[in-house]
Each structure stands twice: as structure tokens, then as C-alpha cells.
């Protein structure tokens, strides 16, 4: 195996036999993500083996907006007060069931950060934010820091300025 992460080329990646466990996750990259490239609703990155073109796992990204309500006082009190503040959306994450437990997730969500970091130097984001579908996802997501949303606990965020701290560590 030779793994790589690239933009998803719907003609080049085969996704036919994705399959993480969850069907709106599974259905979505096999059909849905080629017109949301088509549409510019969000970019969606593979890992996928070189040898075979396979996709083991996906993630999406899009701009959203965040309502400063929603967040936390200590980091909202930091922020200017406009209703809406600009955020990067990590729409979906996924591992195939035969790749999971391999450390993919974490690689593919360590790379959604960097290239969210990185986008929010040209257009500014403060924050990432993940929709988890289910308890687990959401351990996953803590795991790395998120924190859920007081209104909404299945929704997470992550300050950029937090993964700007993590690299000057390094
Ligand atoms: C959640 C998911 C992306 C994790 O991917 P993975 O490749 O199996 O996870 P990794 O091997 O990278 O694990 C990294 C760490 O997260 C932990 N982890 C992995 N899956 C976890 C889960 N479901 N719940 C809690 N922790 C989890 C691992 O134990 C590991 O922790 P460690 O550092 O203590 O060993 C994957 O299980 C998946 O695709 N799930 C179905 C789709 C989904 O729910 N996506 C997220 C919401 S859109």
C-alpha cells in the first residue's frame, strides 16, 4: 500500500465499495461528492492507495459562519461582537471499516487543519468546526481538542488560533 492525499478525482479514485458504517457517509462519496466539486459547495480531499486507486478515507471543507452566541464566554469575549463570525466547515470525515484503527482518521483530520490554517491566511477563518454523527465521532473529535457547541453538543469547534500554538510547540 502507498497511500497519498490528494483533491478527490472522481475519475481517477474509485469509491464504489466505500464503506465506513455509516450510509449518508458511504453514499455521499460515491454519489453526492462529485456535483458538490461541480457546485464549489465543498472541496473533498481522498486517501487513496496508489497502487490500486482505492479511497480508505475522505474529509470535505467549506465556508460557514459561526453565531457568536453559540460559543464559548472565554473565547467569544476575544472576539468582535458581529453576529456572524467566519469559520471553515470539516463537513464530513470518514475511514473505511477495513482501514479504521490505522491512525487515517487522525492523518486525514491533522491535514484538514493545515489546509484550513493555511486557507485562513488568504480568507479569514477563526475557527474549524465538525459535525459529529454519533457519540463516538464525537470522543474522536474531543479527543483532538473540539469543544461542542452549548446549544448543539454534537456540533464541535476548534479555534485556529489553538493549532497555531500546537505547531510553534513543535
Ligand atoms: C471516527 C473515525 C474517522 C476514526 O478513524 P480511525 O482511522 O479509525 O481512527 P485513528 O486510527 O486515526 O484513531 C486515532 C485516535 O482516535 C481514537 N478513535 C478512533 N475512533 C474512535 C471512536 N469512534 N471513538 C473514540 N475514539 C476513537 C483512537 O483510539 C485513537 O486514539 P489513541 O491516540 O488514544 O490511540 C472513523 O472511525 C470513522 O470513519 N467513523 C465513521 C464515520 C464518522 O463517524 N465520522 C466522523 C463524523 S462525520
Do not use: W
Amino acid at each position: 500500500m502507498v497511500i497519498k492525499i490528494e483533491p478527490l478525482d472522481t475519475r481517477k479514485h474509485v469509491r464504489d465499495s466505500f464503506s465506513c458504517g455509516k450510509d449518508s457517509l458511504d453514499n455521499y462519496i460515491r454519489k453526492q461528492a462529485s456535483q458538490n466539486l461541480k457546485r464549489r459547495v465543498a472541496t473533498v480531499f481522498a486517501l487513496f492507495d496508489e497502487l490500486d486507486f482505492h479511497v480508505l478515507a475522505y474529509y470535505t471543507l467549506s465556508s460557514f459562519t459561526v453565531d457568536i452566541a453559540a460559543l464559548d464566554e472565554t473565547f467569544a469575549k476575544r472576539l468582535p461582537r458581529y453576529p456572524l463570525l467566519p469559520a471553515t466547515l470539516l463537513g464530513r470525515l470518514a475511514v473505511d471499516n477495513r482501514h479504521k484503527g490505522k491512525r487515517f482518521g487522525e492523518l486525514m483530520l491533522m491535514d484538514a487543519l493545515k489546509k484550513s490554517l493555511d486557507a485562513s491566511k488568504q480568507v479569514a477563518s477563526l475557527a474549524v468546526i465538525a459535525e459529529a454523527l454519533d457519540k463516538q465521532a464525537l470522543r474522536f473529535y474531543e479527543k483532538y481538542g473540539f469543544q461542542p457547541f452549548k446549544q448543539n453538543p454534537m456540533k464541535l469547534y476548534l479555534p485556529l488560533k489553538s493549532i497555531r500554538v500546537v505547531r510553534k510547540l513543535r
